[in-house]
């Protein structure tokens, strides 16, 4: 038996892995990044861009469900989580090392971004399953709060690095990708020093789900009654698949979250390009800074999911992060249209267009830390934790493949100005559709067992008491 000691020294190496590993999008793989450096560097067009992070996104799309299950199944969760760690980022650095200008390899560069797709789709579920492993269903919010930030800060600084390498080599920027090696270390180091006890395999699936209601009174909790409701066995088996993914409000959030990416995904790279192109080794450095600017409010945008969540519940802060993505393009509209009409764009400018990210890192970051934790709701007691989170970060990753090109597309052919207009009416659909559709998740699954244990008790009483009268009457 693992003792409590123990299993804080399992937590805490934990936050250094996921202060390591940083955002999956922006951290070890630096697709981002990627994307500036192909267009500046490499002179790829928008549309050659868009292709390759289409495919990215539909890799991580197709492979993400079946990552969830393997990591469901797998008692080698830690192994299976730095192997993807090592395989994304030697591709970072195959994809800046090997990329050719004006995409004359290109069907090479698809290849790569399938294959990183594809191994990248481990990441979330294992960091997450692992935690969930550690922490238990009620250490999920805090520690999954404390894992996001600690994702962000790490994220701001790989970019940091990685800018400030690429504004002093410029024109030659493709060394940036030499923090991604160097931070995959670091996760590795302390992968290693988590203690393969103290993952509770029934735990990191999901398998019980413990959610105590009352507080600190000392009195019996909820939590307590539904498992005092049913103890045996089958409290131990996970519902079958089909089961799960039938669950309407389950379903129900997945179209969210797809929504949610398809209008915001691809918003990041066009402030990004709109603050680099054509603006030389300072454009390079403030496009890596709309990361940064965003990230360090990802920190506190997580540290406030974690605090109140847990007290308020899920859905008005995740309701405060869906409409931020709106009231930001309009903003955005504005500010190109103002960018349009210069011939030279100004300092006092896109420093503006950079504060825009503070708006990212608070929709970005609600999001982030939320969308994991109300897919733990849905999921609690199932066993199905990592494969349903599968299915919301396939959501995720199909939704953020076709904003990427969409964006991209809209951005060449429309110009950004219009193409901000056009993500700022899509992103009011998921928002509107959270606020109308999606029930308050927190404790979700333990208030419909004892909803459903209170109507089973009411059925067994009301067949005693007829089958009492039955025996009067034949007396």
């Known amino acids: 038996m693992t003792s409590a000691i123990e299993s804080k020294t399992s937590v805490f190496f934990l936050g250094l892995v996921a ?37 990215f996104g539909m890799s991580q799309f ?128 302390f992968l290693s020093r988590i203690k393969p006890e103290d993952i509770d395999h029934d735990a990191a699936r999901g398998l019980t789900a413990e959610y105590n209601l009352t507080g600190e009174d000392g009195t019996a909790s909820l939590g307590d009654i539904v498992k005092d409701i049913d103890n045996d066995d089958s409290d131990k088996r996970a519902v079958s698949a089909l089961s799960l993914l039938s669950d309407r409000t389950l379903l129900t959030f997945t179209i969210i979250v797809f929504l949610f990416h398809t209008s915001n995904g691809t918003v990041l790279p066009l402030v990004m390009q709109t603050l680099a192109i054509g603006e030389g080794r300072l454009g390079i450095l403030m496009s890596g800074l709309c990361i ?60 503006v267009i950079l504060s825009t990210q503070i708006l990212d890192g608070v929709g970005a970051g609600i999001f982030g830390t939320m969308y994991i934790l109300v897919t733990s709701d849905v999921s609690a007691g199932t066993g199905r934790f990592s494969l349903t989170l599968g299915v919301t970060t396939a959501a995720m990753s199909i939704g953020g493949t076709v904003s990427g090109y969409l964006g991209q597309a809209l951005a060449q052919d429309l110009g950004y100005e219009r193409a901000f207009v056009i993500l700022g009416f899509m992103a009011l659909v998921p928002a509107l559709s959270y606020m109308f559709f999606m029930p308050e ?35």
């Open 441 to 475: 998740t927190l404790n979700y699954k333990s208030e419909e067992a004892a909803a459903t244990s209170v109507e089973d008790s009411a059925n067994v009483e009301l067949k005693e008491k007829s089958a009492a009268n039955e025996e009067r009457t034949i007396v």
């Open 19 to 55: 202060l390591f590993l940083g955002e999956l999008r922006d951290g070890l793989t630096m697709i981002n990044m990627q994307s500036a450096f192909l267009i500046v560097s490499k002179y790829y067009t928008e549309k050659q861009a868009g292709i390759l992070f289409f495919v």
């Open 292 to 351: 940064i600017v965003a990230q360090v409010f990802m920190v506190g945008s997580a540290k406030i999911c974690g605090d109140y969540s847990g007290l308020y519940g899920r859905k008005t802060l995740f309701l405060v992060g869906l409409f931020s993505v709106p009231l930001r393009c309009l903003i955005l509209v504005f500010l190109t249209a103002i960018k349009n009409g210069m011939d030279e764009t100004s300092m006092f400018l896109q420093v």
């Open 62 to 189: 197709l492979f993400q469900a079946p990552a969830g299950y393997i990591m469901d199944s797998s008692k080698n969760k830690v192994a299976l989580l730095a192997g993807a760690s090592v395989a994304t980022t030697a591709l970072t650095l195959i994809t800046a090392g090997t990329a050719q200008e004006y995409g004359t390899n290109l069907g090479l560069m698809v290849f790569v971004k399938f294959v990183q797709g594809a191994v990248t789709a481990l990441i979330p579920p294992g960091l997450n399953s692992i935690t969930q492993g550690i922490v238990g269903g009620d250490g999920m919010t805090r520690q999954v709060s404390d894992n996001e930030m600690r994702n962000h800060f790490g994220t701001a600084i790989i970019v940091l690095t990685g800018s400030l390498t690429a504004f002093f080599m410029y024109p030659d920027i493709g060394l940036l990708f030499v923090v991604s090696p160097i931070a995959c270390a670091g996760v590795l180091i």
